[in-house]
T-cell receptor
Framework: DSGVTQTPKHLITATGQRVTLRCSPRSGDLSVYWYQQSLDQGLQFLIQYYNGEERAKGNILERFSAQQFPDLHSELNLSSLELGDSALYFC??????????FGQGTRLTVV | EDQVTQSPEALRLQEGESSSLNCSYTVSGLRGLFWYRQDPGKGPEFLFTLYSAGEEKEKERLKATLTKKESFLHITAPKPEDSATYLCAVQDPLNQAGTALIFGKGTTLSVSS
């Protein structure tokens, strides 16, 4: 157990809908990362927050947004969902300058 | 252009048959190279971080080494429970303010008894 908690574990929704994925980082970690993993693309970095502020952005679509709250938990919002958004979404946390520890992921299926 | 390339894509070993997985990278100014293990449907599990050429780290049957252009994950006398996908990653040099990782596509290892 990495200490990173993600909810929900599974999510099935229809195209055009909006969902929110939640992440609680390990105790003491200030940095939260979001990654998307699909079969053909592998693990792709989406966005990083550090102590409530956006630190770095990767290949995150404009339909996706994230935030980190004062208690350091983070949410990833995905809107106007398309079939191609079906993937595993991982949250990771760390101290911000070393290794990151991953949660068990949320499997999103868009139908 | 891939910045992190792992080979082979898949590797089948008999229990006890030692081998190595390769990770080559093209980023300049390496700020860290990371190895993770991932079981199907699970999150990646951190194994090692290497920072400079010549560095080595060990954990049970695994040993990671680093040169200026590549890293190797050596598996000595593997057991079936070592079966997993092994991912290599480097910190993204274009995201200097952040510490995001660029992952390779992984090597899927199968160890049979």
């Amino acid at each position: 157990d990495s200490g990173v908690t993600q909810t929900p574990k599974h999510l099935i929704t229809a195209t055009g809908q909006r969902v929110t994925l939640r992440c609680s980082p390990r105790s003491g970690d200030l940095s939260v990362y979001w990654y998307q993993q699909s079969l053909d693309q592998g693990l792709q970095f989406l966005i990083q927050y550090y102590n409530g502020e956006e630190r770095a952005k990767g290949n995150i679509l404009e339909r996706f947004s994230a935030q980190q709250f004062p208690d350091l938990h983070s949410e990833l919002n995905l809107s106007s969902l398309e079939l191609g958004d079906s993937a595993l979404y991982f949250c990771a946390s760390g101290q911000g300058n070393t290794e990151a520890f991953f949660g068990q992921g949320t499997r999103l299926t868009v139908v | 252009e891939d910045q992190v390339t792992q080979s082979p894509e898949a590797l089948r070993l008999q229990e006890g048959e030692s081998s190595s997985l390769n990770c080559s990278y093209t980023v300049s100014g390496l700020r860290g190279l990371f190895w993770y293990r991932q079981d199907p449907g699970k999150g990646p599990e951190f194994l090692f971080t290497l920072y400079s050429a010549g560095e080595e780290k060990e954990k049970e049957r695994l040993k990671a080494t680093l040169t200026k252009k590549e890293s190797f994950l050596h598996i000595t006398a593997p057991k079936p429970e070592d079966s997993a996908t092994y991912l290599c990653a480097v910190q993204d040099p274009l995201n200097q303010a952040g510490t995001a990782l660029i992952f390779g596509k992984g090597t899927t290892l199968s160890v049979s008894s």
